[in-house]
């Protein structure tokens, strides 16, 4: 089998991750699709640990890699406090650039009071671009109660920010030449600073919602998209869903480049966004409390029993299963 850039496919990587020996009883999360992070049982905290590689651009890959992995342990429920990174670099690479990325690394954890404790890098022969790889630790204790709770059939399905903030930045800044003439020039210059804002963090959204009681879990989106996302989430909860495309908020007035490089944004890279499963009883108290603090969001489904199937209504009516898949953005590459 031949096989595309990005993540594995899930049911592949499943056949692998039974390779694996069991874990200890004090892992509480477990590798598996659409886990976040790991959870281990350390007496009064969890430990959550989470790990990521930054590889579809290397501008800014210092910032992005520590949110990345920021954003997968708030998923679990603990606040980002450690952080390693391995960093391999490419043959005749500047000192300039080494330093820069060393920068971009300290700005972001000292804005997020976030402790860097170790690492390695090293110049890698035959690399052709610069690649870092993060790994995040945070502590919940566990007096603030289990976290992912139950999710049940009829509680919703919402989707805080808009899809895909990642990758239209990415666009933005890797194929900016490109984009001239297609669009504003204003518009090319506020898409490449999207990963700054709206953000590619979800670190103050998922912190606010996890004091909420009829937040029942978290998960963000990142390659392939939130298509992929919700199949990862479900595949996580083992649950199904049936989604609604026309409520998915897809960024306004970038239509024609997602046309022009023939990319679909559900199926495009979308760290910055997040998936939330709300207890239907408690929606209402939630949706008070995202709009108090004004933080966009969409409730764009219900979750159903796994035998439903993932499923999407499309904006014509028309309804398609919901399946692991590869990131459009390759398609820029």
Not at 160 to 166: A, D, L, N, Q
Not at 200 to 206: A, F, M
Not at 294 to 300: C, N, V, W
Not at 301 to 321: P, V
């Amino acid at each position: 089998m031949k096989l595309k850039e990005g993540k594995l496919p899930i049911d592949l990587l499943q056949k692998f991750l039974r390779i694996l020996p069991s874990s200890s009883e004090k892992i509480k999360i477990k590798p598996g699709a659409g886990a976040d992070s790991a959870v281990i049982d350390a007496e009064d905290y969890y430990i959550v640990v989470s790990q990521d590689p930054i590889t579809f651009t290397e501008k800014d890959i210092g910032y992005y890699s520590v949110m990345v992995n920021a954003n997968d342990v708030v998923c679990m429920g603990a606040k980002p406090e450690f952080f390693l990174f391995t960093l391999l670099l490419p043959q005749g690479i500047s000192e300039v650039k080494i330093r820069e990325i060393f920068k971009e690394v300290s700005k972001i954890c000292k804005k997020l009071s976030i402790s860097v404790i170790g690492g390695h890098t090293e110049i890698t022969p035959f690399l052709k671009r610069t690649i870092i790889s993060g790994t995040m630790i945070g502590l919940r204790k566990k007096s603030d109660g289990i976290f992912p709770k139950r999710v049940r059939k009829g509680d919703y399905l919402i989707c805080v920010k808009e899809v895909p903030i990642e990758g239209i930045s990415i666009i933005a800044k890797e194929k900016k030449n490109d984009l001239k003439g297609l669009i504003d020039d204003k518009l090319i210059e506020r898409f490449k600073k999207y990963h700054l804002n709206p953000g590619i963090g979800i670190i103050k959204e998922g912190l606010l919602l996890l004091k909420n009681k009829n937040v029942c879990a978290l998960h963000d989106p990142t390659e392939s998209g939130i298509f992929n996302g919700i199949y990862e989430f479900c595949e996580f909860l083992n649950l199904g869903v049936v989604v609604f495309e026309d409520r998915i908020p897809v960024i306004k007035n970038a239509k024609k480049i997602f046309d022009y490089f023939n990319i679909d944004p559900l199926k495009t890279i979308s760290s910055g966004s997040l998936l939330v499963a709300v207890k239907k009883e408690g929606i209402s108290e939630v949706e008070d409390l995202l709009k108090k603090n004004r933080i966009k969001y969409s409730i764009i489904g219900e979750f159903r029993d796994k035998k439903y199937g993932r499923r999407m209504i499309t904006e014509n009516g028309r309804e398609i299963m919901i399946f692991s898949c590869q990131d459009e953005i390759s398609k820029i590459f």
